[in-house]
């Protein structure tokens, strides 16, 4: 009545075995769509096929995806051919595959490419529409999971750039049921304060699914009608999504969004600087400017002053005074020469003079002898000599026959 | 601009600081002109520094007490 029990190892092969020897499930072909995708470094691809209401665990080794001529991806919707058989360590029965075949688009980024379309012919994606960001937020509403990697980076590279800087963060659910209300709620929650000024929402990479709630057209609406600028920063950068596509600006990742958002301390410090040291050097430069132009007016006007003119006047004066005075003295010296050359000829014909070298005149009753015919005898004369009169009388009067000597 | 100068953003201050760089850098300008613009230039980095540097770090989540009110609280960042 006791059966021998099972060990885990024989159940799972005793499984494995029935399920490999089912003729339908040795050579399957399923359709489905692609999620989770993982390209091993190993060089085999592990992923999730699904559709609305089922997964299955798929495999594709490197042996069969080498022959792919495209790289699979999230939200690609396949057709695979393959086999079931079961993963014996994890209990987990998967499909094998060995071809894939793309199917279409994928329901998902239908969807996507639907909507991106719709919102983008409403002009929620318009360039003109978005706000431009404030240099220097006083406030940063953060809108993303308050565990994890997101909003560590976010404050880290916030802090590091600008330490004073000061952030909000609205914790939300960034993916499945519940997701999409809670990040419009957020924007919603920042929107009805008055201290925030750019609003960051943000959620790391993952899957298709997992970033779905930022490609669902209540979060867009949100994000568009939101006063306050949005910088959205959701998954890697290669992922693009609805969000990033009408927020104001599309982060990369959540650490390129606070760098964006929040300016860097030294780089606003050394503007500042720059433009203080530019008013300076202006006003100085005018100043300089305003002087040389008050030095030429003043040279101007010095040159047509009145007191320079006086000045230029009383030189004028005085260089005339300086030839008059000169004038009159060279007449005064040419004069006393003159006097002196005269004064020395009157001495020269002075009789006295004349007297000292041994002459002298005779006088009779006051005439001045000069011909022995002006005298008689016996005529009483004076001999003027040098020192002296002498009183003659004439005996006798001898005149030269031939006239005067 | 001259009255309500706290309320000012530090954006617009440094734009309108910019603004004063540049216009001070054109020639004909006059000394008075320049020196009013110059005085403004130098309030205005003042107060753009003073802005900057004045701010109190601040990190804080949103959170919902057990009325459903709305609160405040300092965040900290988990240890890894």
Redesign the interface.
């Known amino acids: 009545m006791s059966k021998q029990p099972f060990t885990v190892s024989t159940l799972t092969t005793y499984i494995k075995d029935i399920i490999e020897s089912d003729v339908e499930l040795c050579n399957v072909t399923v359709t489905g769509e692609i999620s989770n995708f993982k390209y091993h470094s190993s060089g085999h691809m592990y992923f999730t096929l699904k559709d609305e209401d089922a997964k299955i665990k798929c495999v594709m080794f490197k042996g069969y995806n080498l022959f792919l001529k495209f790289l699979p991806e999230d939200g690609m919707k396949v057709i695979i051919s393959g086999y079931i058989s079961v993963y014996e360590r994890d209990g987990q029965y998967q499909l094998y595959c060995c071809s894939m075949q793309k199917d279409g688009l994928g329901s998902l980024y239908e969807a996507f490419e639907k909507l991106k379309q719709k919102l983008e012919k409403e002009g929620l994606f318009d360039e003109e529409r978005k706000r431009q960001l404030?240099?220097?937020p006083?406030k940063i509403g953060v809108i993303t999971s308050?565990?994890g990697a997101v909003?560590?980076d976010i404050?880290n590279v916030s802090?590091r750039r600008y330490?004073?800087?000061?952030?909000?963060?609205?914790?939300a659910k960034v993916q499945g049921e519940g997701a999409k209300e809670s990040i419009v709620a957020g924007l919603e929650?920042f929107n009805s304060r008055d201290d925030i000024d750019v609003i960051i929402v943000a959620r790391g990479g993952g899957s298709i699914e997992e970033l779905w709630a930022f490609n669902e057209e209540e979060v867009a609406r949100a994000i568009y009608k939101s006063n306050i600028p949005v910088i959205s920063a959701v998954g890697h950068e290669t992922d693009f999504t609805i969000s990033d596509f009408v927020s104001d600006i599309r982060a990369s990742t959540p650490s390129h969004a606070a760098e964006i958002a929040v300016p860097s301390?030294n780089d606003?410090?050394y503007?500042?600087k720059n433009?203080?040291n530019?008013?300076?050097s202006?006003?100085e430069d005018?100043?300089t400017?305003?002087r040389y132009i008050i030095n030429d007016f003043m040279r101007i006007i010095n040159s047509k002053s009145p007191a320079n003119i006086i000045v230029q006047n009383q030189q004028y004066i005085d260089s005339i005074q300086y030839k008059l005075i000169n004038c009159v003295n060279n007449k005064i010296i040419f004069n006393k020469n003159r006097i002196e050359i005269a004064v020395n000829k009157i001495d020269a014909l002075n009789p006295a003079k004349i007297l000292l070298r041994g002459y002298g005149y005779v006088e009779n009753k006051g005439e001045i002898i000069k011909s022995v015919k002006q005298l008689s005898i016996d005529d009483k004369i004076n001999l003027h000599l040098s020192d002296g009169n002498v009183k003659c009388r004439v005996e006798d009067i001898l005149e030269d026959k031939n006239g005067t000597r | 601009m001259e009255q309500g100068r706290e309320n000012i953003k530090f954006e617009d201050a440094l734009k309108r600081l910019e603004e004063i760089a540049d216009y001070m850098e054109s020639d004909n300008l006059s000394l008075e002109e320049s020196l009013k613009m110059f005085e403004e230039g130098m309030r205005l980095a003042d107060f753009c520094n003073k802005k900057l540097d004045s701010a109190q770090k601040k990190i804080s989540i949103i959170l919902k007490d057990k009325d459903s009110n709305i609160v405040e609280e300092d965040f900290t960042l988990e240890e890894e």
């Open positions: 404030p240099l220097l006083e308050p565990t909003i560590r404050i802090s330490s004073n800087v000061k952030i909000l963060l609205y914790p929650y301390y606003i410090k503007k500042i433009i203080e530019r008013l300076i202006n006003i005018n100043i400017r305003k």
